[in-house]
């Protein structure tokens, strides 16, 4: 009996440490990443150098990017010299993966980052800043427009990153089920979406998809609907103002589709894995907001003559100025890790990738718009609904709040308004008060910055 | 990892001209043996506890400092450079009438009933399958294999499938509960609202039981079968044998798996992280998603440090308390 009470308790222990081991683990370390590193080599030097390049997934999947990216990365090479480890990495981990670099100071050279973190990621100081010179060297800062640019760092700073590909929410709709639910036209007021949503309401069929799981989406959308009413999300200092009015009638109105309209179905409470464009592409919704989905509407089987795409509406007919906004700014910028110790190495790569030639190839095969203005007149960017974009992108798009606490408010608002959807799915009301709650609790979450 | 004697003494470890090696044939170095009894046993132990110290001291001494940080995405480069916070951190985690606070210890509620339930449901299936494949019967080896399954699959594999499983309109519960069994009037949410609780434990278990099965039936191996006869011809029902002989003999090894079952489930990370991803559900936020939340995703490296702390001195005490009772009672058992 000794001997068992002695290995049990050796047992016990050993468990013990174990288990609590990883209790800290949440904790994280870090280590000084030794200065800088600025360590720009001398122009002719570059040949034979590796970089590595982090590149987000905007494919149907990982190797899908990496057959997109490998073809151009050894053009690059063979112009340059300049060799390019390449990893496509989704974007459930590119935060992490990046923060963790951050950390440690172990990064690729250049990376993707979702344009909405710039501000975020701008305050860590990781990532190297594109003033004048840096600008100069892939070509100048004008060639870029100006939104792609506004949506790339804090006002008032040097941007943290160069856009690359850029994208706009439009309205998504089904022109068969339209027709036969009598609708001539889309709707251009928010009155006449949940009209027609109504309408298209019907035998298993919904007016309307929405992505209530996803806390980005959530987002996006809360946005547009508080700047349509003059609202933003932080003041002037930088300070968190969820729960304005505006801002609840907002995400009210939105999680309204599932609750009191009912023109969106209990389900979509829970998607969060792009099953809305499922969702439209197969018939089971008649309409969508989304951000060029081109590419992955046809690859569901749907041909592009069979919807089209018009600015997704506003409170007002013709409204303008912040009422007329029915966008965020969408879009991948990339970055080159300051301390990086192939630094002009990875600027000719930001130079090759946002180079005119390359951003037609790019953006023609992810289906996204070139933020490249040259690139722009390109006829793979005519196509209707890309036009439509273009036209939201230059004339009606925003961009999300660029404050360094910006990530933290995707997380805690998106997350408060998931919640809310899945009160509206399991029935409970939605109301002013639980919305207001809600934004409340999440503001009060925010840390100071 | 074999661990030799010092190399000094090695030249001189020749065996003297003339005599026969030792029993066994082995050349041993000449080390005194009372350095040997001394210093072998540590030395042992050396490899052991540079890896414990670099694996999990450190770690844990740099969690401990950053929660007395305050560490946000400015420092994070340096976090050596961020300000001293004293107990802010730590006041902020426990002012529960704030929402910080709030949370946390509604997440920790959270994960106590998680914890209870799912341990609760492991031990039992696990000590039920144990005792009936304890008497061997055709296809025993077969059944063993397959109540393995779960604990061999891969768990992001496992719960992934899991939420397939749960999805409201196309998952298989909802098509079993409510299509073909008529359960239910309407189809439930498994992975948003109320029942994601309910689903977290349910994977929990389904993950967690063959492991108590494994170290159960490993226990029993170790009962005399004799004792089971002799209580069988003094007239003891299946029951009694169940109670008088089996569970007590069972004691040490219920000891330590209920003990590693406990730590393990209130850490899980990965079954919520798979199911629901950075944010869970009201819920079945469970204090280790929470945690996560504040670290990595709001970036508050300090508040999350703190909240980590705070959990390890929760798990320290639950510990020692479990220790001592259970030691106490089989003191009292032995006496």
């Known amino acids: 009996m000794r001997t068992s009470s002695t290995s049990s308790r050796l047992l016990a222990a050993t468990a013990l440490v174990a288990a609590l081991g990883l209790t800290l683990s949440a904790c994280g370390g870090g280590n000084d990443d030794g200065g800088s590193g600025k360590t720009s080599a001398a122009p002719g030097s570059l040949k034979g150098q590796t970089i590595t390049y982090w590149a987000s997934n905007q494919g149907t999947s990982l190797d899908n990017d990496k057959q997109v990216l490998t073809p151009e990365l050894n053009k690059f090479t063979q112009q340059t010299g300049i060799k390019v480890k390449l990893e496509v990495i989704g974007w459930a981990d590119l935060l992490n993966r990046i923060l963790a670099a951050t950390t440690s100071g172990q990064g690729p050279d250049v990376l993707n980052i979702g344009n909405t973190w710039s501000a975020s990621l701008q305050a860590t100081g990781a990532l190297l800043p594109w003033d004048a010179a840096n600008f100069t060297a892939i070509g100048g800062k004008d060639r870029f427009a100006p939104a792609a640019i506004a949506s790339a760092g804090a006002a008032g700073k040097d941007p943290a990153a160069v856009p690359l590909y850029s994208m706009a929410y439009g309205l998504y709709y089904n022109k068969k089920m339209f027709a036969d639910a009598g609708i001539a036209t889309p709707p251009k007021t928010w009155d006449e979406l949940v009209a027609d949503g109504k309408k298209l309401t019907t035998g298993g069929h919904y007016g309307l998809a929405v992505e209530g799981g996803n806390g980005s989406e959530n987002i996006h959308h809360a946005f547009v609907l508080a700047k349509q009413r003059g609202s933003d999300w932080f003041d002037a200092s930088g300070k968190a103002t969820f729960d304005t009015p505006q801002n609840v009638a907002a995400v009210k109105q939105y999680v309204d589709f599932i609750a009191q309209d009912k023109i969106a179905a209990k389900g979509d409470a829970e998607y969060a894995q792009n099953q809305t464009i499922t969702d439209f592409a197969t018939g089971k919704a008649a309409m969508m907001m989304w951000q060029s989905a081109a590419t992955s509407i046809k690859a569901h089987g749907m041909t592009p003559d069979q919807y089209g795409v018009v600015p997704v509406p506003t409170q007002t007919a013709g409204a303008t100025g912040d009422a007329g906004i029915t966008s965020m700014v969408a879009g991948i910028n990339l970055a080159v890790f300051k301390n990086s110790s192939h630094q002009a190495a990875a600027v000719q790569l930001v130079k090759f990738l946002t180079s005119t030639p390359e951003q037609k190839i790019l953006n023609g095969t992810y289906g996204s718009l070139p933020p490249v203005k040259e690139a722009q007149s390109d006829p793979a960017f005519q196509t209707p609904d890309l036009k439509v974009l273009a036209g939201v992108l230059g004339s009606s798009a925003a961009p999300l709040p660029q404050v360094p606490n910006e990530s933290q408010f995707e997380t805690l608002v998106g997350t408060a308004v998931k919640d809310l959807f899945a009160d509206a799915a399991a029935g409970k009301s939605v109301t002013e008060d639980s919305v207001k709650a809600a934004l409340t609790k999440a503001q009060q979450q925010m840390p100071a910055s | ?335």
Not at chain 2, 154 to 181: C, E, K, R, S
Not at chain 2, 308 to 330: D, E, G, I, Q
Request: with cysteine; hydrophobic share 50%.
């Open chain 2, 1 to 335: 990892m074999t661990a030799t004697a010092p190399p000094r003494s090695a030249p001189e470890a020749g065996p003297p001209s003339g005599k026969k090696p030792a029993a066994g044939g082995r050349l041993r170095p000449r080390i005194p043996v009372r350095l040997r009894q001394l210093g072998l046993p540590y030395l042992l132990l050396f490899p052991a506890l540079i890896l414990e110290l670099l694996i999990h001291l450190i770690p844990m001494v740099f969690g401990i400092i950053i929660s007395f940080k305050g560490l946000t995405q400015f420092f994070i480069r340096d976090w050596g450079s961020a300000p001293w916070s004293g107990l802010d951190n730590y006041r902020l985690a426990v002012k529960f009438n704030q929402p910080v606070g709030e949370a946390l210890l509604h997440s920790f509620w959270v994960t106590c009933g998680f914890t209870i339930l799912s341990v609760g449901f492991c031990w039992l299936i696990g000590t039920a399958a144990a005792i009936l494949m304890q008497d061997a019967f055709r296809g025993r080896a077969l059944m063993r294999a397959v109540f393995l399954v779960p604990y061999a699959l891969p768990v992001y594999t496992a719960v992934i499938t899991w939420t397939f499983m749960f999805q409201q309109d196309t998952g298989l519960v909802n098509h079993v509960l409510h299509d073909q069994l008529h359960l239910t009037s309407d189809k439930p949410f498994w992975l948003i609202g109320p029942n994601s609780f309910w689903a977290l434990v349910i994977v929990s278990v389904w993950k967690g039981w063959p492991f108590a099965f494994l170290c159960l039936m490993a226990g029993l191996q170790n009962i005399p079968r004799e004792l089971y006869e002799a209580a069988a011809m003094d007239g003891a029902g299946v029951w009694q044998q169940i109670r008088k002989i089996t569970m007590p003999s069972l004691r040490p090894v219920n000891q330590v798996l209920i003990l590693v079952l406990f730590l393990w489930t209130f850490n899980d990370f990965n079954t919520p992280y798979v199911m629901f991803g950075q944010s869970a559900p009201h819920a079945a936020d469970l204090i280790s998603i929470h945690i996560y939340q504040s670290s990595f995703i709001t970036w508050n490296f300090g508040s999350g440090s703190a909240m980590s702390v705070l959990l390890l001195l929760f798990l320290l005490l639950v510990t020692a308390v479990y220790l001592l009772l259970t030691s106490r009672k089989r003191g009292d058992a032995d006496a």
